[in-house]
């Protein structure tokens, strides 16, 4: 604003010589220096408008510049975190959907893979149970039950796993240790839906079909979790960060 006053201070300035060497219609000296006045007044009224007119322009498109900058460089991070599983295009996808906050960083990809994973699992835990009440052939009913206990201990390890995750803004995510055992749990959970799944076969079972259905995408997202905690060390090397 004090650069605009100045600025049309400076162009007032300019009009009165014009006006000497000109030959103009006489003009009384006061009636002069109103006419100058209203003149800076105008010009300095037409520039604050035209830079008032830029300050807010630039104040609505860099935000969304910016924005969109982060966006792309979240897209590249997933990407390449996702590089590493087994399914890079659908970990890619099933991320980005529930990426809100653009997030560069590994450890939070990470975390929003297990996110996916937990979500999942939950929404499939008490499908054994669902079943054992639907069941009415007891070699069926018996794998069925033993399901219902290794889909609870599953969703246990998948809450421990959650809540090693769950630290203040300023602690430390990971650690060599803590990846350790989040494998160690993501990698139990797994286990035990393969192992109902297999029960289940060896029983003969008419549930297996739906289940080794309704498991697939469960299956998938802890795979995918497990490959970016294996591959974690090589992962944030890329990004020139380091595990603790
Ligand atoms: C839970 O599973 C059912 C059956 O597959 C599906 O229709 C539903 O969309 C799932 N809900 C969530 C939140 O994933
Ligand atoms: C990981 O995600 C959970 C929600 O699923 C959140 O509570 C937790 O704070 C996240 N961890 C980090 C380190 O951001």
Known sequence: MEKSVKYAEGYGKVNPSDDETTTVPY?????????????????????????????????????????????IKSSNSIKTVCAVTQHPDSCFTSI??????NVVDPEMIFNLTLRLAVDEFANISSLPKTLISKSNDLRTGSALRDCATLFDDAL???SRSVEAMRVGPEAVVLTKGKVADLMTWISAAMTNQQ???????EMGSTAVDEVKLRVQRSTEYMSNSLAILSNMDSILDRFGLHLH
Not at 44 to 50: K, P, R, V
């Open 96 to 101: 980005s959907a529930i990426n809100s906050g």
């Open 195 to 201: 192992t109902c799944v297999d029960g289940l076969e």
């Open 156 to 158: 246990s390890q998948l």
């Open 27 to 71: 003009k009384s000296p006061s009636r002069r220096r109103r006419t100058t006045a209203i003149t800076i007044c105008l010009s300095a009224i037409i520039i604050a408008a035209i830079i008032g007119a830029t300050v807010v322009h630039h104040q609505r498109t860099k935000p969304s510049e910016s924005e969109q900058s982060s966006s």
